[in-house]
């Protein structure tokens, strides 16, 4: 299954004009959904106003109206799992960067089936160090543009299916992010996770994280700029995105930033702190209206 809507319409095509196509111009969200509920909708669309009001892009109070009814349309009532993107650009364009103040904004809706992620939650995945480096770049950093350029750079550094996630840096060499994901880590009866401020994506379900441990005193958390051997070193890990919640990372296969080839495999055990977080995220999803 998979449908999507252009400004509402069931319509393949995307002007060439547009400015998401020509420059990455918007940002997106993406949501998981069950039993016909998209699961922290308020959050992602909080997020998503907050992003384009840094990059100047119009979001009218109509907007999360509308990406609501393009939702409704396209599910039906459908109760399988699903997932919901939503994209916004700033519209069409004539060539050149300037930014035309009275261009009318684009919205995109797509709905597809989910993974199913049953075993990796379960048991865990294997993860690889990468060698491409995120830049670093306040402007840019915590929100969910579309140029995605560097997660694609990264993704591509490995084939085997047994890998699920790539850990990336950014250009000084700090731990930052998954590919796809936020990264934890606990270490001392701390939970470690980067600090976003200059590269990376503040992460809708990274923010329900760290909300979950205060409210229920589970952990102290503490972000910080941390060094490959402090994720290493770390007691467990493990990673967080919208789709697939929170899965530990149970091995650490290879180190792809350095051309040390004696790399050795790191077991990681599938820790009680990140069993904790996936009882009381489920917990939440059951006593919180997610709309």
């Given at each position: 299954?998979?449908?999507?809507?252009?400004?509402?319409?069931?319509?393949?095509?995307?002007?060439?004009?547009?400015?998401?196509?020509?420059?990455?111009?918007?940002?997106?969200?993406?949501?998981?959904?069950?039993?016909?509920?998209?699961?922290?909708?308020?959050?992602?669309?909080?997020?998503?106003?907050?992003?384009?009001?840094?990059?100047?892009?119009?979001?009218?109070e109509s907007l999360e109206v509308s990406f609501f009814n393009d939702f409704e349309k396209l599910c039906n009532g459908s109760t399988a799992p699903l997932v919901l993107k939503l994209m916004l650009t700033r519209g069409e364009t004539q060539r050149g960067y300037k930014i035309?103040?009275?261009?009318?904004?684009?919205?995109?809706?797509?709905?597809?089936?989910?993974?199913?992620?049953?075993?990796?939650?379960?048991?865990?995945?294997?993860?690889?160090?990468?060698?491409?480096?995120?830049?670093?770049?306040?402007?840019?950093?915590?929100?969910?543009?579309?140029?995605?350029?560097?997660?694609?750079?990264?993704?591509?550094?490995?084939?085997?299916?047994?890998?699920?996630?790539?850990?990336?840096?950014?250009?000084?060499?700090?731990?930052?992010?998954?590919?796809?994901?936020n990264l934890f880590w606990v270490k001392n009866n701390i939970l470690h996770t980067p600090d976003l401020s200059l590269s990376g994506v503040e992460g809708v379900m990274r923010n329900q994280v760290i909300e979950l441990c205060k409210e229920h005193q589970l952990i102290d958390?503490?972000?910080?700029?941390?060094?490959?051997?402090?994720?290493?070193?770390?007691?467990?890990?493990?990673?967080?995105?919208?789709?697939?919640?929170?899965?530990?990372?149970?091995?650490?296969?290879?180190?792809?930033?350095?051309?040390?080839?004696?790399?050795?495999?790191?077991?990681?055990?599938?820790?009680?702190?990140?069993?904790?977080?996936?009882?009381?995220?489920?917990?939440?999803?059951?006593?919180?209206?997610?709309?």
């Amino acid at each position: 299954m998979s449908a999507h809507l252009v400004n509402g319409q069931s319509d393949n095509r995307l002007s060439i004009s547009d400015r998401g196509l020509n420059y990455g111009d918007g940002l997106f969200e993406t949501i998981q959904i069950r039993d016909a509920v998209p699961l922290l909708w308020q959050a992602h669309i909080s997020r998503m106003r907050t992003s384009a009001k840094r990059l100047k892009i119009d979001f009218p109070e109509s907007l999360e109206v509308s990406f609501f009814n393009d939702f409704e349309k396209l599910c039906n009532g459908s109760t399988a799992p699903l997932v919901l993107k939503l994209m916004l650009t700033r519209g069409e364009t004539q060539r050149g960067y300037k930014i035309d103040p009275k261009a009318s904004i684009t919205r995109i809706t797509i709905l597809s089936l989910a993974p199913n992620l049953v075993k990796l939650t379960r048991d865990g995945i294997s993860v690889v160090l990468c060698q491409t480096q995120l830049a670093r770049q306040p402007l840019l950093a915590g929100i969910k543009h579309l140029n995605r350029l560097e997660q694609v750079m990264a993704r591509s550094e490995w084939q085997a299916t047994s890998i699920t996630e790539g850990i990336v840096c950014d250009t000084q060499g700090y731990v930052i992010e998954g590919c796809m994901s936020n990264l934890f880590w606990v270490k001392n009866n701390i939970l470690h996770t980067p600090d976003l401020s200059l590269s990376g994506v503040e992460g809708v379900m990274r923010n329900q994280v760290i909300e979950l441990c205060k409210e229920h005193q589970l952990i102290d958390t503490r972000s910080g700029f941390y060094s490959k051997q402090d994720l290493l070193n770390a007691d467990e890990i493990f990673i967080t995105n919208s789709v697939f919640d929170i899965l530990a990372v149970v091995n650490v296969e290879a180190d792809y930033s350095t051309q040390d080839i004696m790399f050795t495999p790191r077991i990681f055990k599938f820790g009680p702190i990140t069993r904790a977080l996936q009882a009381l995220l489920q917990q939440y999803y059951l006593r919180k209206s997610p709309v």
